[in-house]
C-alpha cells in the first residue's frame, strides 16, 4: 500500500513536470536570463513572469492553507530554525554556479530535453554535490557547522511571514498578507503592455503558478500518513536532481518520489515542446574551458542550492508561496551570486576583476583629489563685496 502511494506521488510529479517543461520551453523562459535582463539590460519582462508565477502561487497556496488543506509547518521552509548564514552563503554560491552554466538547475533540465549534451553533465555534477552535501561527505560540515549560526524563532513558532504577525499582533493576517503580496504582484507582470502581447510568456508563468499549487496539494493528499510523517512539498530542483542521481545509480527505490518525478517530468516536457517546433539539436561543449566553467558552476550550484534550501524555482515560488522568512534572503543572494559571476566571466578571472575594481577605485579617487586641487587653485569669480565708502556717481547730463 506504501509503493503504491509513493508511485502515485512519482507520476503526479511526472505530470507536473512535464506541463512545466513543455511550457517553459515554449516560452523559452530562463530564471539566469530574466535577472541577466533585469540586471544588465534593464529589461525586466521575464523577471515580471516569476513575479506572476508566484503571485499566482502565493494565492492559491494562502488558499489551500485557509481552507485547512496544506499546512505550511509540515514543510522544510517553515522550521522553527531560520539557518542565516546557510542561506546567505548557499544563495550567493548558486547564483555564481548559474552565472557559470547559463541558466539554472530547472533551465539545465529544460536544455536537456532538447538535446544539449552540456546540460547532461551539468546534471550529473549537480546531483553529485546536492547528494553529497545533503546526505554525503558534505553533510557533516553543513550540519555542524553552517546550520548552527541560526536564528531561532520565538516559542518555536514557525518562519513564515503569516505565523510570525499573528505572533506579534496576535491577529491572523493570512489572508490580507496572501491577498495583497498576489494581487499586487500580479498587477506588476499585467500591467506591462508588452507582456500581454507574449500570450507564451503569460501562458509560462501561469503555469508555474498553477503547478506549483497542485504540488502542493498532491502531495498532501496523496501522501500515505502509515508512512511516516507527510512533508508537502512542491516545484524544487536541487536536491530533487541529487535524488534522481543517486535513484539511476544505487538505489531503483529512490524513483517513487514527486520530486523526482518532476525531474524527469521536466525533460520530457521540453522534449515534446522542442520536437513540436522541430528544434531538437544535439549540443556538446566548444572547448575544454566551456567544460571547466560548466562543471564549476554546476558544483556551485549542487552545494549552493542545498545550503539555501532551494533554487530559484524552489526558494523564488515554492518557499515564497508559503511566505518563507528564507525567501526574500536566498533571492537577494542569488541575484547579487548572479551578478558577481557576470563580472568575474566579462572579466575573465576572480583575480582579474578585482585588480580592475581596485584600478578603478583608484582613478576615482585620484580625480576627485585633481579635482578638489583645481577647485582651491582657481581664482574666486565672484563679484568683490560692497564697501560701506562713498560710492562714484555717474555724472549728471546737460540737461539737468
Request: aromatic fraction near 8%.
Given at each position: 500500500?506504501?509503493d503504491a502511494?509513493?508511485?502515485?506521488?512519482a507520476?503526479?510529479?511526472?505530470?507536473?513536470?512535464?506541463v512545466?517543461?513543455?511550457?517553459?520551453?515554449l516560452?523559452?523562459?530562463?530564471?539566469?536570463?530574466?535577472?541577466?535582463?533585469a540586471?544588465?539590460?534593464?529589461?525586466?519582462?521575464?523577471?515580471?513572469?516569476?513575479?506572476?508565477?508566484?503571485?499566482?502561487?502565493?494565492?492559491?497556496?494562502?488558499a489551500?492553507?485557509?481552507?485547512?488543506?496544506l499546512?505550511?509547518?509540515?514543510?522544510?521552509?517553515?522550521a522553527?530554525?531560520?539557518?542565516?548564514?546557510?542561506?546567505?552563503?548557499?544563495?550567493?554560491?548558486?547564483?555564481?554556479?548559474?552565472?557559470?552554466?547559463?541558466?539554472?538547475?530547472?533551465?539545465?533540465?529544460?536544455?536537456?530535453?532538447t538535446?544539449?549534451?552540456?546540460s547532461?553533465?551539468?546534471?550529473?555534477v549537480?546531483?553529485?554535490?546536492?547528494?553529497?552535501?545533503?546526505?554525503?561527505?558534505?553533510?557533516?560540515?553543513?550540519?555542524?557547522?553552517l546550520?548552527?549560526?541560526?536564528?531561532?524563532m520565538?516559542?518555536?513558532?514557525?518562519?513564515?511571514?503569516?505565523?510570525?504577525?499573528?505572533?506579534?499582533?496576535?491577529?491572523?493576517?493570512r489572508?490580507?498578507?496572501?491577498?495583497?503580496?498576489?494581487?499586487?504582484l500580479?498587477?506588476?507582470?499585467?500591467?506591462?503592455?508588452?507582456?500581454?502581447?507574449?500570450?507564451?510568456?503569460l501562458?509560462?508563468?501561469?503555469?508555474?503558478?498553477?503547478?506549483?499549487?497542485?504540488?502542493?496539494?498532491?502531495?498532501?493528499?496523496?501522501?500515505?500518513?502509515?508512512?511516516?510523517?507527510?512533508?508537502?512539498?512542491?516545484?524544487?530542483?536541487?536536491?530533487?536532481?541529487?535524488?534522481?542521481?543517486?535513484?539511476g545509480?544505487?538505489?531503483?527505490?529512490?524513483?517513487?518520489d514527486?520530486?523526482?518525478?518532476t525531474?524527469?517530468?521536466v525533460?520530457?516536457?521540453?522534449?515534446?515542446?522542442?520536437?513540436?517546433?522541430?528544434?531538437l539539436?544535439?549540443?556538446?561543449?566548444?572547448?575544454?574551458h566551456?567544460m571547466?566553467?560548466?562543471?564549476?558552476?554546476?558544483?556551485?550550484?549542487?552545494?549552493?542550492?542545498?545550503?539555501?534550501?532551494?533554487?530559484?524555482?524552489?526558494?523564488?515560488?515554492?518557499?515564497?508561496?508559503?511566505?518563507?522568512?528564507?525567501?526574500?534572503?536566498?533571492?537577494?543572494?542569488?541575484?547579487l551570486g548572479?551578478?558577481?559571476?557576470?563580472?568575474v566571466?566579462?572579466d575573465?578571472?576572480?583575480?582579474?576583476?578585482?585588480?580592475?575594481r581596485?584600478?578603478?577605485?583608484?582613478?576615482l579617487?585620484?580625480?576627485?583629489?585633481?579635482?578638489?586641487?583645481?577647485?582651491?587653485?582657481?581664482?574666486?569669480?565672484?563679484?568683490?563685496?560692497?564697501?560701506?565708502?562713498?560710492?562714484?556717481?555717474?555724472?549728471r547730463?546737460?540737461?539737468?
Amino acid at each position: 500500500m506504501q509503493d503504491a502511494s509513493a508511485w502515485m506521488l512519482a507520476l503526479a510529479g511526472l505530470c507536473v513536470g512535464v506541463v512545466a517543461g513543455f511550457f517553459v520551453r515554449l516560452a523559452r523562459l530562463c530564471s539566469f536570463g530574466a535577472v541577466e535582463d533585469a540586471l544588465m539590460g534593464g529589461d525586466t519582462r521575464r523577471l515580471r513572469i516569476f513575479g506572476l508565477a508566484l503571485g499566482i502561487a502565493l494565492l492559491g497556496t494562502q488558499a489551500l492553507v485557509i481552507a485547512g488543506q496544506l499546512d505550511p509547518g509540515q514543510s522544510n521552509y517553515t522550521a522553527p530554525a531560520l539557518p542565516l548564514a546557510s542561506i546567505a552563503i548557499g544563495s550567493v554560491l548558486f547564483g555564481v554556479g548559474m552565472a557559470f552554466v547559463g541558466t539554472c538547475g530547472f533551465g539545465s533540465l529544460v536544455r536537456l530535453g532538447t538535446g544539449d549534451l552540456r546540460s547532461f553533465v551539468v546534471i550529473l555534477v549537480l546531483g553529485g554535490a546536492a547528494y553529497a552535501t545533503l546526505r554525503g561527505m558534505l553533510s557533516g560540515f553543513r550540519i555542524t557547522v553552517l546550520e548552527r549560526f541560526a536564528l531561532t524563532m520565538p516559542d518555536g513558532i514557525n518562519t513564515d511571514l503569516a505565523t510570525l504577525a499573528q505572533h506579534l499582533t496576535g491577529m491572523d493576517l493570512r489572508a490580507v498578507i496572501a491577498a495583497l503580496g498576489g494581487g499586487v504582484l500580479c498587477l506588476i507582470a499585467l500591467g506591462d503592455k508588452r507582456l500581454r502581447r507574449t500570450p507564451r510568456l503569460l501562458a509560462a508563468g501561469v503555469a508555474l503558478g498553477v503547478l506549483t499549487i497542485i504540488g502542493w496539494l498532491a502531495t498532501t493528499r496523496l501522501a500515505d500518513p502509515f508512512a511516516g510523517p507527510v512533508h508537502p512539498q512542491s516545484l524544487t530542483f536541487v536536491s530533487t536532481i541529487g535524488k534522481a542521481v543517486y535513484a539511476g545509480l544505487l538505489n531503483v527505490g529512490n524513483f517513487a518520489d514527486f520530486g523526482v518525478g518532476t525531474v524527469f517530468g521536466v525533460v520530457l516536457g521540453s522534449f515534446l515542446a522542442a520536437w513540436r517546433a522541430d528544434e531538437l539539436r544535439w549540443e556538446a561543449f566548444d572547448d575544454d574551458h566551456e567544460m571547466r566553467r560548466h562543471v564549476a558552476g554546476a558544483a556551485l550550484m549542487g552545494f549552493g542550492g542545498i545550503l539555501t534550501g532551494g533554487c530559484t524555482i524552489g526558494q523564488g515560488i515554492t518557499a515564497g508561496s508559503v511566505m518563507a522568512l528564507s525567501w526574500p534572503i536566498a533571492i537577494l543572494g542569488m541575484m547579487l551570486g548572479a551578478r558577481i559571476g557576470i563580472a568575474v566571466l566579462v572579466d575573465g578571472s576572480p583575480r582579474e576583476l578585482i585588480r580592475r575594481r581596485f584600478e578603478s577605485w583608484r582613478e576615482l579617487l585620484r580625480r576627485r583629489q585633481d579635482t578638489a586641487s583645481t577647485a582651491a587653485n582657481t581664482p574666486s569669480l565672484r563679484p568683490a563685496a560692497r564697501s560701506d565708502g562713498p560710492r562714484p556717481t555717474a555724472p549728471r547730463s546737460l540737461a539737468e
